[in-house]
């Protein structure tokens, strides 16, 4: 089964609009509780945090240009954040130290993290973020888990798998019962084997294992200090159910969801799907699929 494929699907089902608003959202603001907020306040707001999400599709590259304009908006506001990543495992974070460092170029960086064959989209939608963070001297953190280990943790449970083998990564708190459904219609829209009652359950259970593993890797660095800033696909972000519920489940108490959102007519975005919605074009532009889905 295509997990990131229904992934994405989680997100198409909540980003719909709300309801017809006497002022029309435009391009370029950030809505906050029905209203729209100056940039710099929904910035300074965010900088405040310990955690701040930035949601995308993957495959749009006005979400990817919108991650970096905000990433460099925070960054002027916090020195001290950090960038973590969705898109590669854990296995893959000395080679992100190389890359910092100004060690590797970018043919190598895409070699040695494996990138074709861990995350499959087109790395020019990625590279200006990753030149970002290097020229910035911004650490970057590989947040995932492997397909493999994934797999494992959904099948066997958390606790009949060693800490050390699984990054001393928790088990997840429980989904709420509204993203549960989600996931079910999700499932439900792409199964291929219905007659099997388990394997919903195994995918809920590793939809739940790559929430808190990437919660994790977030909350450590918010620990130390740091504003951990994670980018990640927006079925990760949208109502605050998957990561940020488990970033509370850790602890975390000052936790930021922001999603780009594409404008239609004059409706403004439901206030639930995120803390946040930063406006764009109605069909923000879409780069290449990619040709390996994990």
Do not use: K
């Not at 997990?3 to 309801?19: F, K, M």
């Not at 494992?152 to 088990?171: K, T, W, Y």
């Not at 799907?273 to 406006?279: E, I, K, Q, T």
């Amino acid at each position: 089964m295509n997990l990131r494929l229904i992934t994405a699907s989680l997100a198409a089902i909540g980003l719909t609009p709300l309801s017809v608003h006497a002022s029309c959202p435009s391009p370029g603001e950030w809505w906050q509780a029905n209203q729209a907020v100056p940039n710099n306040e929904l910035l300074a707001q965010a900088a405040q945090q310990q955690v701040v999400l930035l949601g995308e599709r993957h495959d749009a590259i006005d979400h990817h240009r919108w991650q970096l304009s905000t990433l460099a908006g925070l960054h002027a506001l916090r020195n001290d954040m950090v960038i973590g990543l969705e898109m590669l495992p854990r296995h893959a974070q000395p080679v992100l130290d190389d890359w910092v460092a100004g060690e590797l170029n970018e043919n190598e960086l895409l070699e040695q993290t494996q990138w074709q064959e861990t995350w499959g989209f087109d790395p020019a939608l990625y590279l200006p973020i990753f030149h970002f963070a290097r020229l910035q001297q911004i650490p970057l953190i590989a947040l995932n888990i492997t397909p493999a280990l994934r797999q494992r943790l959904s099948a066997e449970g958390f606790e009949n798998v060693p800490a050390d083998q699984r990054h001393h990564i928790p088990a997840p708190q429980d989904a709420p019962a509204a993203y549960q459904q989600r996931l079910q219609a999700a499932f439900e829209q792409h199964a291929m084997d219905m007659d099997d009652p388990d394997r919903l359950t195994r995918f809920i259970n590793a939809q739940l294992s790559w929430d808190v593993a990437m919660a994790h890797g977030l909350a450590d660095e918010a620990r130390q200090g740091y504003l951990a800033v994670g980018l990640m696909g927006l079925g990760h972000v949208i109502y605050n159910e998957g990561v940020a519920h488990q970033l509370n489940g850790m602890g975390v108490e000052h936790a930021l969801s922001l999603l780009p959102w594409e404008r239609n007519e004059c409706q403004i975005p439901d206030p639930s799907l995120a803390d946040a919605v930063f406006v764009l074009e109605a069909d923000a532009h879409t780069h290449s699929a990619p040709t390996n889905h994990n």
